[in-house]
């Protein structure tokens, strides 16, 4: 196996999809995202599986249960298992950011080019079990 070695933040500041999975492990994730000026990802709850983020451009707020973490360059946010969280965008430049999920969330591979997209398709694309290698 060769795992995943890169420049994450050159990756995420080159990023403009809403979501595109780097690297899919048996027990971790890593997901770019890029949220356009008043965009969220939209409340959610993970109940089994703990979340990071790393903001790496633009400012916005990071909600867990229902408290607002505000967050811009360089902050890092760990959201528990069952804590409903949002991130949001409410500045107008794009927030870049990645993720990491343990276990992990979505298809090795997906690419969401826009929220819409994500939300019209994660149904269907929950993961499978497969990782990258």
């Known amino acids: ?10 990756q995420t500041l080159e990023n403009d999809d809403f ?4 690297y899919t492990g048996k027990n971790l994730q890593l997901v770019l ?38 967050v811009e360059d360089d902050f890092a946010v760990i959201v528990p298992a069952g804590a409903r969280h949002n991130v949001i965008n409410n500045s107008s430049e794009p927030l870049r950011l990645y993720t990491i999920y343990g276990p992990p969330e979505h298809l090795d591979g997906i690419v969401h080019a826009t929220k819409e997209e994500a939300e019209a398709r994660h149904r269907d694309e929950e993961w499978d079990g497969q990782a990258t290698e």
């Open 1 to 10: 196996m060769k795992g995943y070695c890169n420049n994450i933040e050159k």
């Open 19 to 22: 979501r595109r999975v780097l």
């Open 33 to 70: 995202m890029t949220l356009p000026p008043g965009c969220d990802i939209g409340a959610e709850v993970h109940p089994d599986r703990d979340q990071f983020f790393r903001i790496e451009e633009g400012d916005g707020v990071i909600e867990i249960d229902g408290v607002a973490n505000p």
